[in-house]
């Protein structure tokens, strides 16, 4: 069975902050094109997360949604006072596991790699 909160817990944020940072975001994009990792396909993957980002944002007033599942740090408080909210140009959003669960394209990717593996470590795919 496909658990994403399992996933997100124990192989994306591996820090436990509640957000992505970017090489926890270069791990997934690993995970979901291989090796060897091309800009574009990472760029992509950053891309499709943000505009996700800005959307659920915009959806929720100007507010960032997940901030309640994030630990916030020194860093993470000056980033927050930093970026400049309310503009249209914000570039300013955190990858959170909301942010990936709204994101479609992201999240068929992660079915897709995650979905496959066998559910016992034992467990040899192509046998029954």
Same mark, same amino acid.
């Given at each position: 069975?496909? +658990?994403? @909160?399992?996933? !997100?817990?124990?192989?994306?944020?591996?820090? !436990?902050? &509640?957000?992505?940072?970017?090489?926890?975001?270069? @791990?997934?994009?690993?995970?979901?094109? &291989? $090796?060897?990792?091309?800009? +574009?396909?990472?760029?992509?993957? *950053? @891309?499709?997360? @943000?505009?996700?980002?800005? *959307?659920?944002?915009?959806? +929720? /007033? /100007?507010?960032?949604? &997940?901030?309640?599942? #994030?630990?916030?740090?020194?860093?993470?408080? %000056?980033?927050?006072?930093?970026?400049?909210? &309310? $503009?249209?140009?914000?570039?300013?959003?955190? *990858?959170? %596991?909301?942010?990936?669960?709204?994101?479609?394209? $992201?999240?068929?990717?992660?079915?897709? #790699? !995650? /979905?496959?593996?066998?559910?016992?470590?034992? %467990? *040899?795919? /192509?046998?029954?």
């Amino acid at each position: 069975e496909f +658990n994403f @909160t399992h996933i !997100w817990r124990n192989e994306l944020d591996m820090n !436990w902050d &509640g957000y992505l940072n970017e090489n926890e975001l270069r @791990t997934l994009a690993i995970h979901i094109h &291989g $090796t060897p990792l091309e800009n +574009n396909q990472l760029n992509e993957l *950053i @891309t499709r997360l @943000t505009n996700s980002c800005r *959307i659920l944002r915009d959806e +929720n /007033g /100007g507010q960032m949604v &997940g901030l309640e599942n #994030v630990v916030h740090t020194e860093r993470l408080e %000056q980033m927050l006072d930093e970026a400049e909210f &309310g $503009t249209e140009d914000v570039d300013f959003c955190l *990858i959170t %596991q909301e942010v990936v669960l709204a994101c479609n394209k $992201t999240m068929k990717d992660i079915k897709n #790699v !995650w /979905g496959k593996r066998p559910k016992y470590r034992h %467990q *040899i795919e /192509g046998t029954d």
